[in-house]
Each structure stands twice: as structure tokens, then as C-alpha cells.
């Protein structure tokens, strides 16, 4: 796969005067942030292929784990496309994981973070606590409590969230599955995460 990163050596060239002349943003002007909020698309543009090289950095990290964690992600995107999960649902089932090596111990939000302006409020609710979710699997190997989900009991999205983690997530692992590789999911990445005005509306 290749990125297409034209748009990031554009910005890095340019010019002084198209850029804001402040030091301190107590200083800056109005003229200085018109500048500012027109990067700030250009900016927006380029996450789809940000989110693609996050992801790649995955190929190569095992954990200790079975299999990579980029393999985990497909895998996990894979089975459930496979089982006619809606291409938000395989979005979120792709990208749950894209924090494990920027925040270990708090990869989760990582992801939930970068989901929240694209999808449901479910399907952030269940990326942003998939961690707690999946622990009920193997937490108590670890000195944790597996059933620590708990707390999220009377929460709406709590049968969605552990359905996700038993049917998909945890079971991920698998080195003879055939996932689809990452190309297969760029399309959809690059839905939900197409260039964006400052309103938020799509740029066609």
C-alpha cells in the first residue's frame, strides 16, 4: 500500500506569508488564525493515510501475542464484515487496537478519540471500553478482575460492547485465519475519514 503523501510535503513548504506571525497566542490576530483554519483542511485530509500508517506500524509488533497486532486488528475487521457487520462497525473493529503502541495501558481511548467525530455513540461508547470488556476473557490471569465490566452494567451499550469482545475481539488470535489484508479496509477508511471542512461537513 501506498501513502499518498503529497499533501504533507505541500504543507511543509509553505510559504512565510501564508503562515501566522505570532509567538504567543495572546499575541496572535484574526488574520493569523483565517491563515490557521485553512491548514486546518488540509490537515483534515491527510488523516485517512495517517490512520493507514498507524496501522502499519502494527505489522511488525507480536506483544507476545499469536499473532501481530496489526493481524489481531484485520482479523477482528475481517470476522466482522464476514457476519454482515454495517462498514461503521468494521471501521471501529479495525481501529479498536491502533493505540496499542503509542498507549499501552490506555489504547482504548486512543482509539476512541480518533473514532468519536465519525461514528455512533455506540460504536464509541464500545471502542472507548472494549479494553474492560475484553479483560473479562483473561483479566484474571493478571492479578485483575475479570469482571470489572461490571460497573458498566446498566449502561444501554453493554450487551453491544460484550458481544463485540466475545464474538470478534477475543477471538482474534487465530494464525490460520485468513483475514483481508489492509488494503481491503482502505475504502472505508477513507469514508468516514474523506477531507472535512472547519464545519465538519464532507468535501466532495
Known sequence: MSLDMSRDEAASKTPTEF???????????????????????????????????????????FGGFPVNRLEHCLQTATRAQRDGRDDEYVLCALIHDIGDNLSPYNHAAVAAAIVEPVVSKANHWLVANHGVFQGYFFWQHIGLDPNAREKFRDSEYFDYTAEFCAKYDQVAF??????????????????????????GETIN
Open 174 to 199: 487465530d494464525p490460520n485465519y485468513k483475514s483481508e489484508p489492509l488494503e481491503h479496509f482502505e475504502p472505508i477508511i477513507r469514508k468516514f475519514f474523506a477531507p472535512r471542512d472547519r464545519t
Open 19 to 61: 503562515r501566522a506571525k505570532f509567538t504567543t497566542f495572546a499575541e496572535s490576530t484574526k488574520d493569523d488564525w483565517d491563515k490557521i483554519m485553512v491548514q486546518l483542511e488540509t490537515t483534515q485530509a491527510r488523516v485517512a493515510d495517517h490512520i493507514i500508517e498507524q496501522l502499519e506500524y502494527l505489522r511488525h509488533d
